[in-house]
């Protein structure tokens, strides 16, 4: 094996390691703050009949529960579950926490998955337009319209929405994933994502629009795109063909960075909308006190998060050369030293 690629094997190497000291770490601050939150982890189990129990029968809940061992302790004990796979019980559904994750990340997925379809096509076709008509009427109206709706929060939006379209128009439902009996319809699903991926778009569209429109407008300050207005090319062409390829790059890094970011706006529309997914059981579980169920999410949260992160640098790496030739250069001199 060539120094060079000893060299690339130890950098991921690190990068691994880099991901499991922040996991651990994010996991260690998810468990104290979830402790020492308000709140009674026995209500979420047993409901109000918790407030009936003697004194000997709290106590024997808490044993059964771990509850009464002290805090390292518990920690350590989850840490040992969560290598093993076993995310433990859910105090509120009283059922596996890995099984409760499993029926609700679809609705999530969906949800988010679309939105982030939406947003980046959308968001690609703005950014070509104002930077196709830089400076124009339409140019500023569109980026005055995007600063606006992308400083109005996701939850004043969403509620915004529910109040014109649900409650005073009542066209669109209010919340929800699908209608009673009504699962296995596609259409009544996607009924019921107009309001929250519309929510999801007009937060995160215009900001990446906009940084679309920036990147093909310096673009076009470049010496090859005064060489191809000379030959006759229009406009239109060289943004849409030479200008699109070269920030490709920052393009793929931006769309995988995004990721996280269109994922946590997930959580907020869920939560408003009663939308059963990832999000509404973050919500429940930090609520309820729901401690099993909150560290796997923020795990998982986390996780994603990491690994998106990753992937961006990785991607930045493998498809722009110049990167590629300043770290193998750096590489090589420092072996070389």
Known sequence: MSKLWKGRIEYAAMML???????????????????????????SYYGDGVERLSIEERQAAEARLGLDQPLPTRYGKWVKNFIRGDLGLSYKYKQPVSEVIGRMWTNTLILGGLAYVLTFGLA?????????????????????????????????????????????????????????????????????LVLPVTVLVLEHLWYYAYMIRNKLVEETRQDYVLLCKAEGMPRK????????????????????????????????????????????????????????????????????????NMMAKVINEFIDPRMQYEKTAEEVAGYEA
């Open 17 to 43: 390691a880099r991901m499991v000291v922040l996991m651990l770490l994010l996991s260690i601050i998810i468990f104290v703050i979830a402790d020492k939150c308000p709140g009674d982890p026995l209500k």
């Open 124 to 192: 690609v076709w703005l950014g070509k337009f104002c930077a196709l008509h830089e400076d124009s009427p339409a140019d500023r109206v569109i980026c005055k319209i995007g600063v606006i709706s992308g400083n109005i929060p996701a939850f004043f939006m969403a509620l915004l929405l529910i109040l014109i379209f649900s409650v005073n128009l009542r066209v669109l439902p209010a919340g929800g994933a699908y209608s009673y009996g009504m699962s296995g319809s596609i259409a009544d699903r996607l009924y019921h």
């Open 237 to 308: 062409t060289i943004i849409s063909k030479s200008c699109m390829r070269n920030i490709m790059p920052s393009l793929l890094v931006m769309m995988a960075v995004s990721v996280p970011h269109i994922l946590g706006g997930t959580y907020v529309v869920e939560t408003v909308f009663s939308y059963p997914g990832l999000g509404t059981l973050s919500f429940e579980s930090a609520m309820y006190k729901d401690y099993n169920m909150l560290m796997a999410l923020c795990m998982i949260t986390g996780l994603v998060m990491l690994v998106f």
